[in-house]
């Protein structure tokens, strides 16, 4: 049998010549040495102090210039809209959601065909000819030739539509969709997290307002009193055991006093911060008339649990999650179909050995993963199990936030029963108080014991404001737990006049027990006299707000129209 016989003797020596293979080798362990040292290279550097510093400074150049200022007293509508709209927290929340939607937007497009073009240039140092043998012979046929050219020019557009892509690329669009209604309803925990700080941080405030000047007042009488008390001990002008107890007694009151009034101070710059102004400010806030106005609500309780299951943002959230896991199983269930797709392209060649430059292609490919077809059944049982899961969690929460408003309306009651007990308190004490003064001025009664009675009598008013104040908080908690906004998420937050006239609406609503007209289905299980709750048709969206992701908006009792996908 004959072999195959080079035409061109010089070419066999040449292949045959080993130092050819090492110098090839040489090259290649060369660029393998350049690689690796490039790889050495990528090692990240720390950030230095002075660079930690530096960006310390800009970032706090940056809130420095953020602060506005607040000009005249706040008020609580106010306080509360100037924190929705410039709280850094609520402006990430916002950040969130639009995230979200890009996301969403870049999930619809991985549905669309993918569709690729290319270009190049193709060289050789020599021409790309070959020899043809005869099967049945094993004898060279023809001579070498070639029917390209050393250095030619392609280019191509290639088209590809895979139906088992779109399959699923359609339901990871969708849970972008519900992953995007998720971020909408963590905004609406932040924005209500926000609110109910305001809330109790504003009627601090407020109290500061009123009760720090005297305070600091009648410290400073105290002080005297005591200083004149232990110069007297020292004096032996008392007996030790009667002037030791008479300045342990003021040391006590003294040192409630401080921690109230520093407590006070502390509302001060936590409202400054809310509001984004600068924590230096001494804010002052709208007086009020009458502060024993306060908000007496009649709320059904079995309504607001039905509420509270219905309004909560961490239920819709996991109802949200449920339906994300749930369009894991179809997408299960279309990994197991054959992959069906659609080939084209239009190329184009230089080759000037080519009798058409340019032609066109079409085709069909089906491609079945046999072991997917095995390993599909367990996946789609994964993927139900993931489904009873958030189901699961969601009742379980379900029963948390059922105990969240229960407690939320026990806590109520209770700060009622609370304040009403602190107004009886800080009448009698103020009633003392007088009678102190006027056996003082009859001199029947030393100054240091009508001292000390009139700081337990200012003892008492601070309880009877820290009541009111708990009051509004425990009743901004309850509308808190039962999910309740202020404001609707699709307000204009840019206005900051129509919000605060929104949210003063709101507060009013709330002191005066009105809750969303929802419509809640009657249960047998559900007891109690729906009069006792009387509800008011929530004010419609804003239509001019840009704060609404463009896919989502929400109606003022915390529904959402969903998008369909």
């Not at 179809?330 to 069906?340: G, L, Q, R, S, T």
């Not at 080939?343 to 184009?348: A, Q, R």
């Not at 060649?349 to 066109?360: A, E, H, I, Q, R």
């Not at 069909?364 to 049982?381: E, H």
Request: some cysteine; hydrophobic content about 40%; aromatic content about 6%.
């Amino acid at each position: 049998m004959s072999s195959l016989a080079f035409p061109n003797p010089s070419l066999s020596a040449r292949w045959a010549d080993p130092s050819l293979y090492a110098s090839t080798a040489r090259r290649c362990l060369a660029a393998f040495a350049l690689s690796a040292l490039a790889g050495c290279a990528l090692a990240p550097d720390p950030i230095t102090p002075e660079e930690h510093y530096q960006r310390a400074r800009d970032d706090q150049g940056v809130l420095e210039a953020s602060y506005l200022p607040v000009k005249g007293p706040l008020t609580i509508e106010e306080a509360i809209a100037r924190a929705l709209k410039y709280n850094y927290d609520a402006q990430l929340a916002k950040t969130e959601v639009s995230l979200q939607e890009r996301q969403l937007d870049l999930a619809l497009s991985q549905m669309l065909p993918r569709i690729a073009a290319n270009a190049g240039y193709n060289w050789r140092n020599n021409d790309n000819a070959a020899a043809s043998v005869s099967e049945r012979t094993k004898i060279q046929s023809l001579e070498p030739s070639f029917s390209e050219e050393p250095g030619h020019r392609t280019a191509d557009i290639q088209f590809s539509w895979n139906l088992l892509d779109i399959g699923v690329s359609y339901f990871q669009a969708k849970q972008q969709g519900y992953r995007a209604f998720v971020a909408v309803e963590r905004r609406r925990k932040v924005l209500d997290g926000i609110v109910k700080e305001v809330e109790g941080t504003y009627w601090k405030a407020m109290a500061a307002d009123k009760l720090i000047p005297p305070i600091e007042d009648a410290l400073a009488r105290a002080e005297r009193v005591l200083e004149a008390s232990r110069q007297a001990h020292k004096d032996e002008l008392q007996a030790p055991l009667v002037a030791l107890d008479f300045q342990q007694s003021m040391l006590q009151v003294i040192g409630q006093l401080r921690r109230m009034r520093n407590e006070l101070r502390s509302a001060r710059v936590q409202l400054a911060t809310l509001v984004n102004a600068p924590p230096s400010t001494e804010l002052a806030t709208e007086p009020v008339e009458d502060p024993m106005q306060i908000p007496k609500v009649v709320l059904d309780r079995s309504q607001l649990e039905a509420l509270g299951l219905a309004l909560r943002p961490e239920l819709r959230e996991e109802a949200y999650q449920e339906k994300i896991s749930r369009q894991d199983i179809y997408k299960e269930m279309i990994k197991m179909m054959p992959a069906i797709g659609i080939l084209g392209s239009l190329n184009y060649d230089s080759n000037k050995y080519l009798t058409n430059n340019t032609w066109g292609e079409l085709g069909v490919r089906a491609t079945v993963n046999l072991v997917g077809i095995i390993q599909g059944p367990q996946a789609i049982k994964m993927a139900r199990a993931s489904v009873d899961v958030a189901h699961a969690r969601r009742l379980a929460l379900s029963v948390a936030v059922l105990t969240q408003v229960n407690m939320g309306f026990q806590n109520y009651l209770n700060s009622l029963d609370n304040l009403e007990a602190a107004a009886r308190i800080q009448k009698v004490q103020q009633q003392i108080a007088t009678a102190s003064n006027n056996a003082s001025i009859a001199q029947a009664q030393s100054d240091a014991e009508r001292v000390r009675r009139t700081l337990t009598a200012m003892i008492a008013e601070m309880e009877r404001y820290r009541a009111i104040v708990d009051l509004h908080t425990t009743l901004a908690n309850l509308y808190t737990a039962v999910g309740i906004d202020i404001v609707p998420p699709s307000a204009d937050f840019n206005d900051l006049d129509a919000l605060t006239v929104q949210v003063k609406q709101s507060i009013a609503d709330w002191e005066a027990g009105r809750l969303p007209s929802i419509e809640i289905p009657a249960s047998p299980a559900v007891s109690g006299d729906p009069a006792q709750a009387p509800s008011i048709a929530a004010p419609p969206p804003s239509q001019s707000g840009d704060e609404t992701p463009k896919a989502i908006s929400e109606s003022a009792g915390g529904g959402i129209n969903r998008p369909q996908i």
